[in-house]
């Protein structure tokens, strides 16, 4: 079945420098590559996806792109601010139409 | 518009009990989907309903079971509860198998 790694598990940034999270998946049928933050006591929110017929996607400060031959895609936030401290997390959905996540990523933005 | 609502937040049962957890998805959303949250294990799907019908089923034992009424709502159950249960269950739904929104969760403690 899809399998999904991401890294890195923690990352520090200064407010206002940039923050890059990556993720590998293994099953090429995988289509839909959502990504999500989840603060503390709360779901995870989803805040911004792609379709494997995409290569970027852009909403203000977040971006992600998708390089499908190697089966991989990142999560690109700009401008950080300490609202960004989040857990984000990666996922793939295979055929079977369920999301298979990522470990997630510890995100702390110094200010 | 309202979100998805998981009820209750919390939860205190004892081993060997079963439990019953209710999810509200947004109006107009027919897929809901439940995942299991752990320090050790991450988010891990458990099953997908769409229109009353199991469309997915993850890896758990017998012991978690679901169901969809005719208003979308769901709920899912665990019989004969193990310490290993306790968990944050979340439930998530999408109109179409693409964008799920996820509710704030359910926090199981099994002592």
């Known amino acids: 079945g899809e399998n999904v790694e991401q890294h890195p598990s923690t990352l520090s940034v200064q407010e206002g420098d940039s923050a890059v999270i990556k993720c590998t998946y293994s099953?090429?049928?995988?289509?839909?590559f959502p990504w999500y933050k989840q603060e503390l006591g709360k779901g995870p929110q989803l805040i911004i996806d792609i379709r494997s017929n995409v290569g970027e996607k852009k909403d203000q400060r977040i971006a992600v792109t998708l390089n499908k031959t190697a089966k991989h895609f990142s999560l690109h936030i700009t401008e950080t601010q300490p609202e960004d401290s989040a857990v984000y997390f990666c996922a793939a959905t295979p055929t079977s139409k369920k999301l298979v996540f990522g470990a997630g990523t510890i995100l702390r933005v110094k200010s | 518009k309202a979100g998805v609502t998981q009820t209750p937040r919390y939860l205190i049962k004892t081993r060997g009990q079963q439990v019953t957890l209710s999810c509200s998805p947004i109006s107009g959303h027919r897929s809901v989907s439940w995942y299991q949250q752990t320090p050790g294990q991450g988010l891990q799907f458990l099953f997908e309903y769409f229109s009353e019908t199991q469309r997915n089923k993850g890896n758990f034992p017998g012991r978690f079971s679901g169901r969809q009424f005719s208003n979308s709502r769901s709920e899912m159950n665990v019989s004969t509860l193990e310490l290993g249960d306790s968990a944050l269950y979340l439930c998530a739904s999408s109109p179409d198998s693409y964008g799920y929104t996820f509710g704030s969760g359910t926090r199981l403690t099994v002592v």
């Open positions: 099953d090429s049928a995988s289509n839909y």
